[in-house]
């Protein structure tokens, strides 16, 4: 596959540039400078300090136990090796229940390096998301499968699959658009339905088990080295066939993503 040059000074115009020219771009998890590096220097658009790091870093079966001065030392771990990428920082379980939680806790992670600030939520964030949005803090919301929410939902499943539930997360899509909501992240959801809302919205959209439709592409960081122990059905890893290591393996996931090998059918839920 071909080199990828190093991302340079990614914003949010950047993203809705490459969403309004059809051009689809890279994101991943990073918790660490090093691999923030490795990361921003393969030409990967966003970094995303996930909560997933509460799973595969301190080996937790959820991400709830995270806490937000997890999230604060990851954030700026990754900040210290990022040259160029986007930083997108998730606010984890619990963080943003009231309004002045929700609004020391986002200065908390835009102060440790953050662009971008992600909760988890449909209807019920987009007070939080204006809220945010008012005082100047970009929002990524994330839709789907919610894996805070992960006990109410009763397991990591696909969403959106009955046409009520379909037509519920297109909606709440559209509310938190208007509510500010400056990218939005789906996860877990049949392909059509991710097309359906990428196409109804203006923001970029961000998939992961979520089809080749949406403008952006996310995967864990360990899930594309294949040194998670689970590999649900949406996963590839790109390091088994690398002929560069590990930083072979980022390029070749870019270049994936932006000629739309990846995710193949075989990725995604129809
Ligand atoms: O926390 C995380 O890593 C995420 C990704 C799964 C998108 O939210």
Redesign the pocket.
């Known amino acids: 596959m071909s080199a990828q040059s190093k991302a340079t000074n990614i914003t949010l115009t950047t993203l809705n540039k490459m969403k309004s020219q059809g051009e689809k771009f890279a ?1 991943l ?1 990073a918790y660490d400078a090093c691999f923030a590096n490795i990361l921003s220097s393969a030409g990967v658009e966003v970094l ?1 300090v ?4 509460g799973m595969v870093l301190q080996g937790h079966d959820s ?1 709830l136990p995270v806490t937000m001065d997890d999230m604060v030392y990851h954030m700026q771990c990754v900040k210290r090796g990022n040259s160029g990428s986007l930083l997108m920082a ?1 606010l984890p379980f619990m963080s943003y229940a009231s309004e002045v939680q929700t609004l020391e806790n986002a200065a908390s992670l835009m102060r440790a390096g953050a662009n971008v600030v ?1 909760l ?1 939520g449909g209807a019920w964030i987009a007070n939080t998301t204006r809220l945010l949005a008012e005082r100047g803090i970009p929002v990524c919301a ?1 839709m789907g499968l919610t ?1 805070q929410s992960v006990n109410r939902i009763g397991g990591f499943h696909v969403q959106g699959r009955d046409t009520n539930q379909a037509q519920l997360i297109i909606e709440e899509a559209q509310m938190l658009q208007e509510a500010g909501a400056n990218v939005l ?1 789906l ?1 877990c959801v049949p392909s059509k339905l991710a097309e359906a809302v990428t196409d109804a919205l203006e923001i970029p959209v ?1 998939g ?1 088990g979520a089809g080749p439709h949406t403008t952006g592409q ?3 960081l360990h899930d594309v080295l294949g040194v998670s122990p689970i590999t649900p059905k949406f996963v590839k890893n790109f390091l088994q066939d690398s002929k560069d290591g590990i930083p072979g393996a980022i390029r070749d996931y870019v270049a994936a993503v932006k000629d739309q090998s990846f995710p193949a059918p075989e990725h995604t839920f129809n």
């Open positions: 994101c998890t995303l996930g909560d997933s790091l991400t998730d992600k988890e994330h894996p992240l996860e961000i992961i996310i995967m864990v």
